[in-house]
């Protein structure tokens, strides 16, 4: 009965603290935005601006000089394909070139006249493709695409041709086709955009709340000079006075974690090749990591306002170093070191490895380190952050 009573005491702190926190919760709506409702009305945002998947009927201008049957397949043929929707207003190169600089159309497709008469012959044409490669990703899907359709058109008259030598119709094809390539995407057959940008812009999203959430429940009790109150029903301990305080705010990131998760699983269709456990974990981790952060700043810095700025820009620059529209391997050795001060990058390992390409579970072992470290980092920073909640210089600070 003693010891019951004595495990009682050693609990009470941290429940004292913890409703402590909810209660402060209840009644600020700073902390409801920065917990439930700002990460899902971004979380909407998000998804509604990319529900498209994989961008479609990109205008392209098409300048067709020639006016034969052949060129007007071709013009057919472009505009039956997904990427690119054909646009036959001008009738000269210098109308379509002032189009794409004023931002009408994205590439224009030049078809000189004698096209026809020149494939016909045998002697092949030259078309000309200027396309706006200001977005790389849209530029590139539109190469990608026109040449495709170009490439099938081609293949086609070779076949014709052949055939009509005499060639029977397999060894024209193989006449061709004299080196054929299999290509298979393993990791992102349909070239999806929402692959490629809504799985990172959703958990960088959490990252976010997450840090600001962290940084304004421990900044506010400089702000407001609670923070002897604060360690007072803790006991005066510093671990119990976080931990009270940050599991609240955990549990609700917990709750904007399980919508991301159904959104990208149920309404994007993202695929799960590897261990659900262990995204899991590395989940769990990303947000102790990143409150341990937040721990961090407000310790070193003694000042809310300053605190949530750095948090913001650290925050946001972790997208810039994930390797995703640009990968870390291709970076100078210094911008390699740099991605790693991001526990954003470590999870983008995990959940990329495990959720696309299937790692076996030991290639979880580095970057799961990797977010253990940040936290290890917020725990040291505690005897730091408790002198600057009981010294009189630095209460009320901004």
């Known amino acids: 009965m003693t010891a019951t ?144 359709v170009l490439t099938t058109l081609s293949t086609g008259i070779k076949l014709q041709v052949a055939t009509k030598k005499g060639l029977a119709p397999e060894l024209a094809y193989g006449q061709v086709y004299a080196v054929g390539l299999d290509a298979h995407v393993l990791f992102n057959p349909y070239t999806n955009y929402a692959w490629f940008l809504v799985t990172a812009l959703l958990p960088l999203l959490v990252v976010v709340f997450t840090l600001l959430g962290a940084i304004y429940a421990i900044g506010m009790e400089i702000r407001e000079g609670t923070g002897g109150e604060w360690l007072a029903a803790a006991g005066d301990s510093m671990l119990v006075a976080l931990s009270g305080k940050l599991l609240p705010h955990f549990l609700l990131m917990l709750v904007n974690v399980a919508v991301m998760h159904y959104m990208l699983a149920r309404h994007l269709g993202f695929p799960l090749q590897g261990y659900w456990a262990a995204i899991m974990l590395a989940q769990v981790l990303l947000l102790l990591a990143y409150q341990m952060v937040g721990v961090l700043l407000v310790a070193l810095t003694a000042n809310a306002r300053l605190s949530l700025s750095l948090g913001s820009a650290y925050a946001m620059l972790a997208f810039t170093y994930s390797g995703l529209t640009f990968p870390v391997m291709g970076m100078p050795l210094a911008a390699r070191i740099l991605a790693a001060l991001f526990p954003y ?53 901004c």
């Open 5 to 148: 009573k004595e495990q009682g005491k050693k609990h009470r702190p941290f429940l004292k603290v913890m409703l402590r926190e909810w209660d402060r919760i209840g009644s600020h709506r700073v902390y409801w935005f920065l917990g439930i409702l700002g990460p899902l009305l971004a979380f909407l945002l998000v998804m509604n601006i990319f529900a498209a998947g994989v961008p479609s009927n990109l205008p392209v201008a098409v300048v067709n000089q020639d006016q034969t049957a052949l060129s007007r397949q071709l013009v057919r043929m472009l505009d039956a394909s997904r990427i690119a929707q054909t646009e036959n207003k001008w009738s000269d190169l210098h109308q379509a070139r002032e189009a794409l600089l004023k931002g009408e159309v994205e590439a224009i497709l030049y078809l000189p006249k004698g096209f026809e008469q020149a494939v016909l012959k045998g002697e092949g044409s030259t078309l000309d493709l200027m396309v706006n490669n200001t977005n790389v990703l849209k530029g590139g899907l539109l190469q990608s695409g026109i040449h495709r």
């Open 345 to 397: 990058y470590h999870w983008m390992k995990v959940f990329i490895g495990q959720a696309l390409r299937a790692e076996p579970l030991q290639a979880t072992v580095l970057p799961l380190s990797g977010l253990l470290v940040f936290v290890g980092l917020g725990l040291l920073c505690m005897p730091r952050l408790k002198r600057v909640l009981l010294s009189e210089r630095f209460r009320h600070r």
